[in-house]
């Protein structure tokens, strides 16, 4: 008798194991293979789209050794983006709206209210779900969401309740839940939902409780429950709030804009992250200096204005590609014009330069995957590293006379964010008009 418990509980838990290995999830990951340097909103891939909201995606490849996934998540008022299990670690950012998100760690609940601005990390492992603001006149909440590399990305970034628990039997699912046939049953015909739904239905007599029960017995918490009846179960507010770049200091802060990137110390909750936010506003005509990250590749995306970016081959400055270096360190030289909702990458050691145009800010929200202590290196400006090698080795690096390279570095007066000293309104028009010009030949890779 005990010995046939013993197996049944055995064969249950390899099932739980083999379900939890073999879920598939509506996420779709395509494994980014290649480098590219820009995708444009238009080519993001559309993951779900109904009434209450919507969720695309968007691969890219750092460039080295990582392929990072993006959701832009789209949320009308009162709609709730059901829990999910993350696989990878997930940094997301609040581009617009109000809600909650309640996530769910190990023997651990916490809610954090969240606004525009707002940005916070949560961890693999964790079991989350987010709630709109459920006043109609609001903005639709719609977060931005990075995520992590995933060892074995076939599983997808995340998988969402009934992917955890119907692969089940019925018996098994009966025992280990400890519910009749006929809940199971209930649970098991009931047709798939999207992953966005109202978050109070329309048909809230007919709700059955065993939703409920299932979310309870299977996260041992009673957290999820208000995600099916509006009952007002006060939970327990997050001791870490979610880090506000409107409401920050910036790091650097100047007549032509400002830049923040955050670390552990703004945002406890990035500990052990592999994916450090940063935000940089630029305004208009000016520039964020010629720069690059020693430790860390740059995924961005713009939230508002437009502008050019531009990024240069650390090894070669012609652009040519380097023979024999493996296809994911291919060396790139890329120049490109974004604009809102843009997703640009800037692998590692690539020195970069973005410019606002004149008739327009330049944001841009990104996430860096520096694993220790990134701090970018400025060429230009009062900060250049250039400034500290000595004037006569400079001259001989650029092969010039030593006033040559003393009048490159006297010129600039500010650091890091920069005036645009060529003026007049010709930015965007000569720059697009050589974009169009090098189309064929050197930007080829573009
Ligand atoms: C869960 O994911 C499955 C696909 O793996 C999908 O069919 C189902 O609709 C999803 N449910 C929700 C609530 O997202
Ligand atoms: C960018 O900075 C400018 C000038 O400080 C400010 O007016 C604008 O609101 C900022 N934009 C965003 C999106 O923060």
């Known amino acids: 008798m005990l010995v046939t418990l013993k197996a049944v509980v055995v064969v249950g838990l390899a099932a739980l194991l083999c379900a939890v290995a073999t879920a598939t999830n509506g996420d779709d990951i395509r494994h980014a293979q290649q480098f590219t340097p820009l995708v444009a909103k238009e080519s993001r891939r559309t993951l ?80 989350f779900y987010v709630k709109s603001h459920p006043d109609p006149a609001r903005e639709r909440l719609r977060i931005h969401a990075m995520f992590g590399t995933v060892e074995g990305l ?27 046939a006929e809940t199971i049953r209930g649970i098991k015909s009931a047709p798939a939902t999207s992953p966005i739904v109202p978050l109070f239905p329309s048909n809230k007599m007919e709700e059955p409780n065993w939703k409920e029960e299932i979310i309870e017995a299977l996260f041992g918490v009673r957290g999820a429950s208000d995600l099916v009846n509006k009952k007002k179960n006060k939970k327990k507010k997050s001791e870490s709030k979610a880090f506000n770049f409107f409401k920050a200091k910036p790091d650097v802060k100047n007549a032509n804009g400002w830049s923040i990137a955050l670390t552990r110390k703004d945002l406890k909750a990035l500990k052990g992250s592999h994916l450090a936010p940063f935000m940089v506003n630029l305004t208009r005509g000016s520039m964020m200096g010629p720069h690059w990250n020693p430790r860390a590749s740059e995924i961005a995306i713009v939230i508002r204005g437009k502008g050019m970016v531009q990024l240069v081959c650390p090894s070669d400055a012609s652009g040519k590609k380097i023979k024999g270096t493996a296809a994911a360190a291919k060396c790139q030289r890329a120049k490109f014009k974004v604009e809102e909702g843009s997703v640009f990458v800037v692998p590692r050691f690539h020195p970069m330069s973005q410019i606002s145009f004149n008739d327009e800010t330049l944001v841009f929200v990104g996430f860096s995957s520096a694993t220790k202590n990134n701090h970018p290196q400025f060429l230009a400006g ?44 010709a930015v965007e028009e000569s720059w697009s008009r050589r974009a169009m010009e090098a189309g064929g030949d050197d930007d080829k890779d573009v």
């Open 154 to 180: 076939s599983a997808g970034v995340y998988s969402n309740i009934s992917d955890l628990v119907l692969g089940f039997d019925d018996n098994i699912l009966q025992m280990a839940f400890g519910v009749s």
């Open 382 to 425: 009062k900060r250049s590293v250039l400034q500290v090698i000595d004037a006569d080795v400079l001259a001989a690096a650029f092969n010039v006379d030593s006033s040559v390279a003393e009048g490159l570095l006297a010129a600039q007066g500010e650091a890091v964010v920069l005036p645009n000293h060529r003026g007049g309104c």
């Open 48 to 127: 779900a789209l109904t009434e209450s909201g919507m969720i695309t995606a968007v691969d890219v490849h750092d460039g080295y050794r990582n392929a990072h996934h993006l959701q832009f998540i789209t949320m009308e008022p009162g709609s709730v983006f059901l829990p999910v299990l993350l696989h990878a670690d997930m940094v997301f950012y609040v581009h617009t709206g109000r809600g909650t998100v309640t996530f769910i760690g190990e023997g651990s609940e916490e809610e954090i209210d969240v606004v525009r601005g707002d940005v916070y990390r949560l961890e693999q492992g964790t079991t």
